[in-house]
């Protein structure tokens, strides 16, 4: 279960125009209330149906005495534009719009709402005071409609309370040569996240002062069965869980006025020698109760990460977009098996971070190759460098996004939906065969022209509508997609 992000307790407030007969609305928004428990929808009826100001000041009142941190605002006829709209001002929290559809064409005098033209003018409405709310796709429907853009919206209004209460806390700079992960955290504040900026010695002397805190042997104890025997390192069991509760301790400590916390940890080059160890297999494990710990100090990263786990309720990777798929294992493995092309693959790795639980059976603790070539003696047995949990990603459908601030300031964003292919990589790392239509494109004119960096998210199921419209929510004005052939991207060649 992920601990670190928010519960959505959701209410529902029904609007109604004057002119039109008030009970109209209100058994709609019954109705509404209905078709969500039938879904498993637990939905707050807030009984003050708003006709004016004075309405919606008491409508909003009663929603926050239940505890509501998210409102849908139903417009069960034409609704009131002023009092409707002013309930996404006075209210602290995400709000939905949505109207009635028509029900009967038996009963179209007293049974009319006219709420398709009410909702135009609630948009209209909420432009003119600068308000952001969520409006469906098609937002005008009968009960069972409403209900299920109701199931869309709290997942969507999951990752905004979330991100209204997230603290970012890094420890180290950036790597030198991966620069690729900095990015000017003026985009965090804009976005209403906050940053703690520590140095590798404020985790490393919090570390040592964990030295034989009784909590240790539990941990051990967790990971052990976690792996499963001749799956880890016994004798660097400890060390590892030292690590897990110095972090979970500073989060706790550190998280001051926020509620959710996601770290940026500098995990090389001087880590492994420092601590003793590499801290993938600890970082896979905080991700996967819902703590983002991101590599290489990439701050986007985590927070892309964050989003994932609140739109999907499960846990996430943050993967380099890292070597193509050989023409032979394709030929062997993929084509004629799958529907893609070559230029569609590509292998997601990293070192071993992605949580046990995303990967094959055969996944196990082990140590880094490449910093063991670059860290310990040439041929000698990997000592400090060990600690990264590695194994094939095990096939699932993904969607690999990200939001980043470039380096002029401005916030953007890539979202793409694909799978990780049932295909052995035969390489190192934790890794997967990844494949996304029209990747090849995608690659060449959004991640390399709006120049990205390598890292991505990876959510592991298809979930880029909600994660498009939580982009959209939050402002981001370029939001990318792998776009089909038809759509040309604007820097792609015209004539093929």
Known sequence: MLTNIPQVKLG?????????????????????????????????ECKTTVENELDMLKAVDEANAAGCNALVVFLGNFGPETPETLIAKKFDGPVMYAAAAEETGDDLINGRGDAYCGMLNCSYNLG????????????V?????????????????????????????????????????????????????????????????????HADDPRIPDICKEMAEEMGEGKYYSE???????????????????????????????????????????????????????IPVSCEVDIYGALSEYIGMCITGDTVTLLDINNSVPADLYKQDIEGKFPYQLTDTFMGFHCGNTPACKLCADRAVKYQLIQHRLLEPKDSEPDF????????????????????CDSEGVL???????????????????????????MGRFYRHVLIQKRYPHHGAVA?????????????????????????????????????
Request: include cysteine; glycine fraction near 8%; charge should be neutral.
């Open 128 to 139: 003119m005071r600068h308000l952001k709310a969520y409006i469906p796709e098609y937002p």
């Open 12 to 44: 529902i407030i029904a609007v109604s125009r004057d002119c039109f007969i008030i009970s109209l609305s209100e058994r709609r928004r019954a109705a509404v209330v209905e078709a969500c428990g039938k879904s498993g929808i637990d939905v707050y």
């Open 412 to 438: 953007r964003a890539y979202v793409a939906e694909g799978e990780v292919l049932p295909v052995k990589t035969r390489s190192f790392g934790g890794i997967g065969v990844f494949a996304i239509p029209e």
């Open 385 to 404: 460098t060990r600690g990264t949990l590695e194994g094939d990603i095990a096939a699932s459908d993904i969607t690999f996004f990200r939001l980043q």
């Open 236 to 290: 660097m069991n400890a060390r590892m869980a030292q690590l897990e509760i110095t972090l979970l301790d500073w989060a706790e400590k550190h998280k001051g006025s926020r509620k959710y916390v996601a770290f940026a940890d500098k995990c090389w080059p001087a880590f492994p020698e420092a601590f003793g160890f590499e801290p993938c297999y600890v970082n896979s494990r905080l991700v996967s109760r819902g």
């Open 460 to 496: 592991f199921s298809h979930c880029g509508n909600l994660i498009f419209e939580v982009l959209k929510m939050l402002g981001i004005g370029d939001i990318a997609y792998n776009q089909p052939q038809t759509l040309p991207y604007p820097t792609e060649r015209p004539f093929g």
């Open 141 to 209: 429907g009968t009960a069972e409609d409403i209900a299920k853009m109701i199931g869309e919206f709290i997942p969507i209004a999951r990752t905004l309370i979330g991100l209204s209460g997230l603290k970012i806390i890094t420890f180290g700079p950036r790597p030198q040569d991966f620069f690729a992960c900095n990015a000017p955290i003026k985009g965090l504040y804009e976005l209403g996240v906050e940053i703690e900026e520590n140095s590798e010695l404020d985790l490393l002397v919090s570390y040592k002062a």
